[in-house]
């Protein structure tokens, strides 16, 4: 079945360094790929996705890059502040084989970002 | 109403008693989800009811029983639940078909005596 990695499990960085976290999936019709962050005792909120008719895709300091060829996605973080300390979940999901119909998303293992200041 | 509301945000219950945790959503979504959060781990898919019928169950224990009674509502009802299954439950719902882009509830912390 799909699978999802995610590295680093843990990234510690300084305030206004940038923060790159990766993951890599496994199934090649894999087609949504969000990122969820994760404050402590808190919901998981969706920060940024991207499809796979897209290469890369911005939103102010956070961006996500996608390279199909390899299976892998990124979420970088720029000029971080400690209100980024969190933890941050990849996951990817597939089409169902009709349209209307559930994508189940696979949820890499989660990376604990701290940013210190 | 960009919000999914749960409630209780806390319960704790002995392993003979019957609860139910309720969660509401006026995003006008179609998709709603329960996902089971274990302490740093990732969330876990339980249950999926797309238009109000149950789509997916995940190979879960008939302890943990889902009930969609109209398109903002979804309930977890539970009986005899083990100390394991001690997390964070997770709502959350979606439009039907896209993504999905998930909005999730702030959870109920559950403990299980």
């Known amino acids: 079945g799909e699978n999802v990695e995610q590295h680093p499990s843990t990234l510690s960085v300084q305030e206004g360094d940038s923060a790159v976290i990766k993951c890599t999936y496994s199934d090649s019709a894999s087609n949504y790929f969000p990122w969820y962050k994760q404050e402590l005792g808190k919901r998981p909120q969706l920060i940024i996705d991207?499809?796979?008719?897209?290469g890369e895709k911005k939103d102010q300091r956070i961006a996500v890059t996608l390279n199909k060829t390899a299976k892998h996605f990124s979420l970088h973080i720029t000029e971080t502040q400690p209100e980024d300390s969190a933890v941050y979940f990849c996951?990817?999901?597939?089409?169902?084989?009709?349209?209307?119909?559930?994508?189940?998303?696979?949820f890499g293992a989660g990376t604990r970002l701290a940013v210190h200041p | 109403d960009t919000e999914v509301t749960q409630t209780p945000k806390h319960l704790v219950m002995g392993m003979t008693n019957k609860k139910s945790l309720k969660c509401e959503q006026h995003m006008g979504h179609r998709a709603m989800y329960w996902y089971k959060q274990k302490a740093k781990k990732p969330p876990e898919l339980m249950f999926v009811y797309s238009y109000e019928k149950l789509s997916i169950n995940e190979s879960v224990p008939s302890r943990f029983s889902p009930e969609c009674p109209n398109s903002s509502l979804l309930n977890l009802h539970l009986h005899a639940l083990q100390p394991e299954d001690s997390a964070l439950y997770l709502c959350?719902?979606?439009?039907?078909?896209?993504?999905?882009?998930?909005?999730f509830g702030s959870g109920t912390q559950l403990s299980v005596l």
């Open positions: 959350a719902s979606s439009q039907v078909g896209q993504g999905p882009k998930l909005f």
């Open positions: 991207i499809r796979s008719n897209v």
């Open positions: 996951a990817a999901s597939k089409p169902r084989p009709f349209s209307g119909g559930y994508n189940k998303l696979i």
